[in-house]
Nanobody
Framework: QVQLVESGGGLVQAGGSLRLSCAAS????????MGWYRQAPGNEREWVATIISGGSTNYATFVKGRFTISRDNAKNTWYLQMNSLKPEDTAVYYC???????????????WGQGTQVTVSS
């Protein structure tokens, strides 16, 4: 009953910007950590950024200074602002969150379906 949906991917030129959004919906009790991962063809899925419900953030080295993660707790939505995009940023981007469903005691990790980001040179 919990679903994560990403949006905002697309095709941009190197140096351009995109903002990805992830909206959690359904029977949500609480959301703890919220994050973004990416996976390029032939590569393993790699962590990009994480934001805690309190607002603290962490970034992978290869995006630090270019990407910014933020969230709107009231809307159960979080974002990844991507600036100065490089061709090597091309990947499918997935949002992730640790969520406790409503009326449940267990916390689970949920994933979105992914959104394609392509950066041309």
């Amino acid at each position: 009953q919990v679903q994560l949906v990403e949006s905002g991917g697309g095709l941009v030129q190197a140096g351009g910007s995109l903002r990805l959004s992830c909206a959690a919906s359904g029977s949500i009790g609480s959301i703890n950590t919220m994050g973004w991962y990416r996976q390029a063809p032939g590569n393993e899925r790699e962590w990009v950024a994480t934001i805690i419900s309190g607002g603290s953030t962490n970034y992978a080295t290869f995006v630090k200074g270019r990407f910014t993660i933020s969230r709107d707790n009231a809307k159960n939505t979080w974002y990844l602002q991507m600036n100065s995009l490089k061709p090597e940023d091309t990947a499918v981007y997935y949002c992730n969150a640790r969520i406790r469903p409503l009326y449940r005691a267990v916390w689970n990790d949920y994933w979105g379906q992914g959104t394609q980001v392509t950066v041309s040179s």
